[in-house]
């Protein structure tokens, strides 16, 4: 599933394509996807002026001319692109926008976990899927005290609670793995016990295996793409994740890289260099 690092590859590659563009058509191929699109949503997008594409946690926010947001995810499996008028449709191209300079903006999702919504801007804040989200990791209010005061009194292991989107948007299994490999902390540790420097370490693991990521374009998973069909490389970088039994980058424990399962996940860790 796209994490934070691809969603906002595929946001700042969509924002140079869609910015100051106007919609002249928009087709829904199907009702819904995680859930049906909202009422009307063809007739509202259509003559909508797109202004600025943000991000909140996993979600991207489109802003359109008429005070209208446009919320988008991209579940499990779905791509967002835009190319030129001359690009084939696809199986799974659920939602389409013509854009009047010709480009084509394709919402492919073949396991439709993907979601679209409409909703007024300013309003976004109180939107059940944005509502109650935890701090932008790259954001200013995120840091070790933060950290240590959210994580205070939970008594599930530290892995769980990084993914939970309360605590801090954005994360998924891989770079909450990744994350903790660099902070040194292993996965299996109580979350509460998280506190003073090692919140600190691993606010600032959490932020530079992020905005390393981001740099590289995400990390290229089975089913993501960029917004211009190309590949991020992250995933070469990956110290742990996906690499059980390989030797760990850190250290020279004779067990490398272990996998567990936590929560129904696998964890790829270094139950030496993670204490
Ligand atoms: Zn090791």
């Given amino acids: 599933m796209p994490e934070l690092p691809e969603v906002e590859t595929v946001r700042r590659g969509l924002a140079l394509r869609l910015s100051g563009r106007r919609i ?8 819904d996807l995680r859930r049906p699109f909202p009422p009307g949503l063809a007739r509202r997008l259509e003559g909508a002026r ?5 991000r909140r946690g996993k979600y991207i926010l489109i802003e359109l001319d008429d005070d209208g ?3 988008l995810h991209l579940g499990m499996s779905g791509r967002i692109t835009a190319g030129g008028n001359n690009t084939p449709d696809e199986k799974h191209d659920h939602v389409v926008l013509r854009l009047d300079d010709g480009t084509v903006v394709r919402f492919n999702d073949p396991r439709r976990f993907g979601l679209v919504d ?10 059940p899927l944005l509502a109650g989200m935890g701090p932008e990791p790259l954001g200013p209010d995120f840091d070790g005290a933060y950290l240590a005061k959210a994580l205070a009194g939970k008594l599930t292991p530290i892995k769980s609670a990084l993914l939970d989107q309360k605590i801090v948007a954005g994360l998924g299994n ?3 793995c990744e994350a903790l490999y660099r902070a040194r902390l292993s996965p299996r540790r109580l979350a509460a ?10 606010a600032q693991a959490i932020r530079g295996v992020l905005d390393e990521a981001i740099e590289a374009g ?3 998973l089975r089913d993501y793409v960029q917004a211009n069909g190309e590949l991020g490389y992250f995933q070469d970088r990956w110290a742990v994740y996906g690499r059980e039994g390989e030797k760990c980058p850190a250290c020279n424990c004779k067990e490398g890289v272990r996998r567990i399962t936590q929560a129904g ?3 790829f860790y270094c139950a030496r260099w993670q204490r």
């Fill in 69 to 71: 947001l446009l919320l």
């Fill in 174 to 176: 891989i770079y909450v």
């Fill in 118 to 127: 409409y909703l007024p801007r300013g309003t976004e804040g109180a939107h």
């Fill in 24 to 31: 002249i058509g928009a087709e829904l191929r199907r009702p």
């Fill in 265 to 267: 996940r696998s964890t």
């Fill in 218 to 220: 995400g990390s290229s």
């Fill in 50 to 54: 797109i202004g600025d594409l943000r």
């Fill in 193 to 202: 016990t998280v506190t003073g420097t090692r919140a600190a370490r691993l």
